[in-house]
């Protein structure tokens, strides 16, 4: 069994920062891309922020320059360091990671975390 545990969200006024965590435990055999997607109300799930395994990053428009993703390989974990928030920043926040769960299986498998709520006042 994999889980991906995010922890971070919270409630912060606007121009403040947050930092959201993810660690993925259970068995497997590596973490590939981990990334950070953001859901708001009424709204489709939207990608925030990737990274590869091997440091990589992509991210969205609307948080280049305020946003940093970063990851702890041995720790298999990710992170997103939110500065200079937004009240359109508001959303629900997923961890997601594509992982490789053992070597008996073919290819890779898609997990997402259970979520944790950013909300910024204006």
């Known amino acids: 069994q994999v889980q991906l545990v995010e922890s971070g969200g919270g409630l912060v006024q606007a121009g403040g920062s947050l930092r959201l965590s993810c660690a993925a435990s259970g068995s497997f055999v590596r973490v590939d891309a981990m990334g950070w997607y953001r859901q708001a109300p009424g709204k489709q799930r939207d990608l925030v922020a990737t990274?590869?395994?091997?440091?990589?990053?992509n991210y969205a428009d609307s948080v280049k320059g305020r946003f940093t993703i970063s990851r702890d390989n041995p720790k298999n974990t990710v992170y997103l360091q939110m500065n200079s928030l937004k009240p359109e920043d508001t959303a629900v926040y997923y961890c997601n990671a594509i992982i490789k769960t053992s070597w008996s299986t073919v290819g890779l498998s898609e997990y997402w975390g259970q979520g944790t709520q950013v909300t910024v006042s204006s």
């Open positions: 990274i590869s395994s091997g440091g990589s990053t």
